[in-house]
Nanobody
Framework: QVQLVESGGGLVQPGGSLRLSCAAS????????MGWYRQAPGKERELVAR?????????MYVDSVKGRFTISKDNAKNTVSLQMSGLKPEDTAVYYC????????????????WGQGTQVTVSS
């Protein structure tokens, strides 16, 4: 019903930048929020950044990325992006796109959807 497709991961040196993008498609009635999680080897998945899909553009970031990462959205294209700057080795992880979506089949219910993940490696 709904697909999230991520792009933009890769290998970057410390201090470098990467931009991740996620496009939602399918039977979408309304997107409530989109965000990025990450999971490093041996660690739990953590929320990195989140943005609500409303005119208010409410955003939140985990403390470790504040001032370095910026989340943005394109409502018309159902996409969310994560601009990552000043990357550190500890940012190395698989990054997952997440979205809370009301589908055309169940417009009164909010479903939780995930992308397949994209690897980000920060290393010299």
């Amino acid at each position: 019903q709904v697909q999230l497709v991520e792009s933009g991961g890769g290998l970057v040196q410390p201090g470098g930048s990467l931009r991740l993008s996620c496009a939602a498609s399918g039977s979408i009635f309304r997107i409530n929020a989109m965000g990025w999680y990450r999971q490093a080897p041996g660690k739990e998945r953590e929320l990195v950044a989140r943005i609500t899909i409303t005119s208010a553009d409410n955003t939140m970031y985990v403390d470790s990325v504040k001032g370095r990462f910026t989340i943005s959205k394109d409502n018309a294209k159902n996409t969310v992006s994560l601009q990552m700057s000043g990357l550190k080795p500890e940012d190395t992880a698989v990054y997952y796109c997440n979205a809370q979506i009301r589908t055309n089949y169940r417009p009164l219910s909010v479903g939780d959807y995930w992308g397949q993940g994209t690897q980000v490696t920060v290393s010299s």
